[in-house]
Nanobody, 120 residues
Framework: QVQLVESGGGLVQHGGSLTLSCAAS?????MGWFRQAPGKEREFVAA????????YWTDSLRGRFTISRDNAKNMMYLQMNSLQPEDTAVYYC????????????????WGQGTQVTVSS
């Protein structure tokens, strides 16, 4: 059973940067980040294949967020730049046994989330 733990969230000013980390306990295939803002449903942010060859970002975040992974350390990262108040949300790490996917319902394992708050 895969277990995931997110870290790196916090309070940052508009325009600032944060890097989120996700530590995995076992082998993961597709990994992704999702977020849930107050009053909204959980939404896709970015995903990456096990090899790292394939990665995808939501169009609105493509120029600001970067997803990466280090399989030797069983870690995944989300580098967030030029943060805006609209990015405020709980960010969740997730893993899927499926082939590469960006669909929330395809993900099998979830972390507990880490809060990102952007002030302005």
């Amino acid at each position: 059973q895969v277990q995931l733990v997110e870290s790196g969230g916090g309070l940052v000013q508009h325009g600032g940067s944060l890097t989120l980390s996700c530590a995995a306990s076992g082998r993961t295939n597709t990994m992704g980040w999702f977020r849930q803002a107050p009053g909204k449903e959980r939404e896709f942010v970015a995903a990456i294949s096990r090899s790292g060859r394939t990665a995808y970002w939501t169009d609105s975040l493509r120029g600001r967020f970067t997803i990466s992974r280090d399989n030797a350390k069983n870690m995944m990262y989300l580098q967030m730049n030029s943060l805006q108040p609209e990015d405020t949300a709980v960010y969740y790490c997730a893993a899927a046994e499926e082939s590469f996917t960006i669909k929330k319902d395809d993900y099998d394992y979830w972390g507990q989330g880490t809060q990102v708050t952007v002030s302005s």
